[in-house]
Each structure stands twice: as structure tokens, then as C-alpha cells.
């Protein structure tokens, strides 16, 4: 990265950029996930899921879109240097906000109602956690508007690669417990923070002439904010509600070993999501560029081109995750995770929907339409409230006492509902069939849960039933792939793509072999 950055590179060099880095995190994220939640154990991997799932919804609260509204924005003004200084103020009081809550809770000695059984200081730590996970992410959508997003995934390559070498050193030296799991996410924050600065120092995007805002200019950007995120701010509550009380109802009846395996399962289903979730902000920036000219044909398109690719890309994960979640397990967890297959199996479908959750909702974001996004989100999250309950809540009690089953079952379905409601919006919007992208999302569900079984029973068949549980992984994983290319080869446009695309993939990969060569 030494030499001086270029130009705005095009949609697609940028994606290929954060689909390699994805890549190079699954790896890495297969590392980590088969040590960290075996080196904590249910108990400690639970608390630190139940605490950091906890400040990442209530800085998400404080923020209430704010964040997608200075990307859309800065992306619109790359080069309006006050934009930046106020929202990095207005960052500085969020923080201040949510690390006042923690001093106010621990005065008035609410602390262990509102996280039960848990240390103080591991409250702290994951309140500033959470901060400053927000704060990079902001710092990472700056890059991303700023179009310096190859630079960012190389210092993201980095960043993953040095975080597997602490870990690794953690687990074998016997560290890995609670407290230096924090210490090991604040590092690598800290690291990704200080690189993104740095790229967009490089570029000349953080110039910042004028620190002092006039009163005139504070109020034009409150209003501007105001109008873009006050839809957003019952829907951001609402959020808050629920997303706590999901993990809190979880946390007072199962305990925190059902939050751990309720943690493992989520964690194993975002490994799924890693591939699309390069893409959210990438195709919100597009959304947002061809809304800002008015073009509804350009945002048509940009949907048809990249919404069922990348849901077909995360079903080929999660459908295989899903089928051999008992392996999964083993191999990420252990023994002590056996009783989270049935969890590990309904959360691997998650990412599925999430994906269209996450991509169709940057077409809410992008075209100003937060109040219907708002409207959509708060309906099926109160619907959502009683039936957390009766899923969890212990048979005394008129529940089901499912745990993390119950969790992931309401986690699942809702998803489902709710995306399609959103993309039914969205289809009325762009004006396309609704119902074509509905099938599809069944088809491609059925045909790579089809293609992951047959490829399971295969697996069993060459190895024999003395095949080990890592060996009959990696041989399904094998045929699974294999029959997914052909079957892609012979019909694209099931699953969202075309050949152009297979040789556009093909051409660039052996172009850099060959330069790397």
C-alpha cells in the first residue's frame, strides 16, 4: 500500500476485493471458531455473547440509522469535510451516552437485573466493546464511501491473519479465558481503526479544514439527520426492546450455557453471511448514487443482478451447514456443544433470509423510505415478543422451555416473514415480480438441501462407517461443491448469475496468479 492511492475503483474490483477478504476470513474465522468457543467453554462464551449482543443493540439504539445516513450521505458528498467533523462529534456523545448508562445502572445498584449473573467488570468491558466496534464500522463505511474499499480489505486481510496468530497463542498457552477475549477484540479493533484512518488519510478524504461548525451549520446537519433517521428512531427502540429481551428471557431461564450454545449457533450461521455481507454496503453506496439521480431502471437493475446471486451463494453455505450441523459442532465446539445441534441446525438458515434482509433494505435506506422500513420492522417485532416467550419460558410458566432451540426458532421464522414483506415493497417500488423472487428463494433452498444430503450419504458411502468426523466433513463439503458447479454450469440463471460472470471470476483469478507468480 505504498504507493498513492488511485481513483475510485468500479463496483465490481471492490467486491472481488471484499470477496477475497472474505474468503481469507472464512479460513480464519474456521480457526477461530474451532478455538474460541472450545476455549471458553458454553458458561464463558455465553456471557460474553449475552453482554456484547447486549451494547451492540444499545449503541445500535443511540445510533438509530444515524450511521447508514452519513454513508448514503458521505457517499452523495465525498468531499464535504463538515459532514465528517459532525458526525464524529455527534459519535462522541453516543459514546458518552452509553458509557453513562453502565455508571448510572451501577449507582443505583440495577446492574444484575438488567444482566443477570454477570461481573461488573466484564460489563464495562463490553460496553466500551461495543462503542468501539461502532466507531470502526463507522471508520469502515467511510472507506466504503470514500470508494477506497481494496485498501481497506487488504488492511482487513492483515488485520484477520494477525488476529488468528493471537488466538492461536491464546489457546495453547492455556490464556484463552473471558478477560483476554476482550483484550484480543479491543486489539484487533484497534488495528482495523488506526488502518482505515490511515487509508483515508492517504487519499486526502480526512482533510478536515474547519474543526469549528457554526450554530447555522450544526442546525442544517440535525435537521438533515433529523430527517433522515427520526423514522427510524420507534423502530431503533423497538429494536432495542426486543433484541435484548430475546437474549435476557434467554439468559434468565436457560442460563448462560444455553447462551453459549444460542451463541455458537448464531456465530456459526454469520459465517455463512460472510460472502454477502461484503456486498451490503457496496450496493447501498450504488442504491443510493442512482436514487440521488433519480434513476429507479439503474436501482432495478443493480437488484436483479445482485440480490439472488449473492442469496444463492449464502444458501450453498447454509444448506450444507445445516445438513451436517452434527460434524459443524464437533469440529467447532466439541463435545460440550453436543446438546446445540438442533439450535446450530435452524439458526443456519438465518443468513439465508438475512441476506435478502440485509441487501433489499439498503433500497429502504437508500430511497428515504425509513418510515415504511420503520413500520415493517415494528409490526413483527412486537408479533415477536409473546411467541419469545412461549418458546422459552419453562412449562410452569406456559412455555415450551425450548432454550436455544426456541430462540432460534423465532429468530428464523420471523426473518422470513419479514424480508418478504420488505420485498414485496421493494418489488412494487423497482417494479418487478414478486412472486419470481419468492419462488426462487424455495427452489434454491430445496435444490442445495437436496445436493447436501445426497453429497452426506455419499461421503458415509466412500468412507465407510468408520470414516472420521473431520474426513466425511471435508469429502460431502467435496461432492457438495462439485455437484453445486455443474448444476450452476448447466442452468445460471437458477441460481442468479450467468457465464459472463463464471468467466469474468475465472479470467481475474488467474490474471493475479500469474502476476503473483
Known amino acids: 500500500m505504498a504507493e498513492p492511492l488511485k481513483a475510485e475503483d468500479t463496483l465490481k474490483k471492490r467486491y472481488l476485493y471484499k470477496l477475497f477478504t472474505r474468503l481469507i476470513g472464512l479460513v480464519i474465522g474456521f480457526v477461530n471458531q474451532a478455538i474460541i468457543p472450545r476455549g471458553l467453554g458454553p458458561a464463558a462464551y455465553g456471557n460474553f455473547n449475552f453482554l456484547s449482543n447486549f451494547f451492540t443493540q444499545f449503541v445500535n439504539?443511540?445510533?438509530?440509522?444515524?450511521?447508514?445516513?452519513?454513508?448514503?450521505k458521505l457517499s452523495q458528498r465525498p468531499r464535504e469535510s463538515a459532514l465528517v467533523y459532525f458526525y464524529f462529534c455527534f459519535s462522541g456523545v453516543i459514546s458518552l451516552m452509553v458509557a453513562g448508562f453502565v455508571v448510572i445502572a451501577q449507582s443505583l445498584s440495577l446492574y444484575m437485573r438488567i444482566w443477570p449473573e454477570q461481573d461488573l467488570f466484564y460489563i464495562y468491558l463490553a460496553a466500551f466493546l461495543g462503542i468501539f466496534t461502532w466507531v470502526t464500522e463507522t471508520f469502515n463505511k467511510m472507506a466504503d464511501a470514500y470508494g477506497v474499499t481494496v485498501y481497506a480489505e487488504k488492511a482487513r486481510i492483515f488485520q484477520g491473519i494477525f488476529a488468528a496468530a493471537i488466538i492461536v497463542s491464546l489457546f495453547v498457552s492455556g490464556?484463552?479465558?473471558?478477560?483476554?477475549?476482550?483484550?484480543?477484540?479491543?486489539?484487533?479493533?484497534?488495528?482495523?481503526?488506526?488502518?482505515f484512518i490511515w487509508i483515508m488519510e492517504r487519499g486526502g478524504y480526512l482533510k478536515i479544514k474547519d474543526r469549528r461548525l457554526s450554530i447555522a451549520k450544526t442546525k442544517g446537519y440535525l435537521k438533515e439527520f433529523y430527517n433522515y433517521s427520526h423514522p427510524l428512531f420507534a423502530y431503533a427502540l423497538a429494536g432495542l426492546i426486543i433484541g435484548i429481551f430475546d437474549r435476557w428471557l434467554l439468559q434468565l431461564y436457560g442460563g448462560s450455557v444455553q447462551q453459549g450454545f444460542y451463541g455458537l449457533s448464531y456465530q456459526i450461521g454469520g459465517t455463512c453471511f460472510l460472502f454477502t455481507s461484503a456486498m451490503t454496503p457496496l450496493i447501498t453506496r450504488e442504491f443510493s448514487v442512482a436514487h440521488n439521480k433519480e434513476d429507479l431502471v439503474q436501482m432495478a437493475r443493480l437488484f436483479r443482478r445482485y440480490i439472488p446471486l449473492f442469496y444463492s451463494i449464502t444458501a450453498y453455505f447454509c444448506c450444507f451447514i445445516a445438513v451436517e450441523a452434527d460434524k459443524v459442532i464437533y469440529i467447532f465446539g466439541g463435545n460440550a456443544y453436543r446438546d446445540a445441534i438442533i439450535a446450530v441446525t435452524i439458526m443456519a438458515f438465518y443468513p439465508v433470509h438475512q441476506t435478502y434482509g440485509q441487501l433489499s433494505g439498503?433500497?429502504?435506506y437508500a430511497t428515504g423510505q425509513t418510515g415504511l422500513y420503520r413500520n415493517i420492522g415494528i409490526v413483527f417485532m412486537l408479533l415477536g415478543l409473546p411467541v419469545t416467550y412461549f418458546l422459552i419460558a419453562p412449562h410452569g410458566k406456559f412455555g415450551l422451555n425450548l432454550g436455544a432451540t426456541g430462540l432460534a426458532v423465532k429468530m428464523v421464522l420471523f426473518q422470513f416473514v419479514v424480508v418478504n414483506v420488505q420485498l414485496f415493497f421493494n418489488a412494487r417500488l423497482l417494479r418487478f415480480s414478486f412472486w419470481k423472487y419468492f419462488s426462487h428463494q424455495i427452489g434454491i433452498i430445496c435444490c442445495f438441501l437436496s445436493i447436501a444430503v445426497i453429497s452426506a450419504l455419499g461421503a458415509d458411502k466412500i468412507l465407510g462407517v468408520n470414516g472420521g468426523v473431520i474426513q466425511s466433513f471435508i469429502c460431502a463439503g467435496a461432492l457438495y461443491t462439485l455437484i453445486a458447479i455443474i448444476l450452476a454450469y448447466m442452468a445460471p440463471i437458477s441460481f442468479g448469475f450467468n457465464k459472463r460472470d463464471v468467466r469474468y471470476m475465472v479470467q481475474t483469478f488467474f490474471h493475479r496468479k500469474a502476476c503473483h507468480g
Open 175 to 195: 490464556r484463552l479465558n473471558l478477560a483476554n477475549f476482550f483484550y484480543y477484540n479491543y486489539l484487533n479493533l484497534f488495528f482495523l481503526a488506526v488502518a
Open 362 to 364: 439498503a433500497v429502504f
Open 61 to 72: 439504539f443511540f445510533d438509530a440509522g444515524t450511521s447508514l445516513g452519513f454513508y448514503t
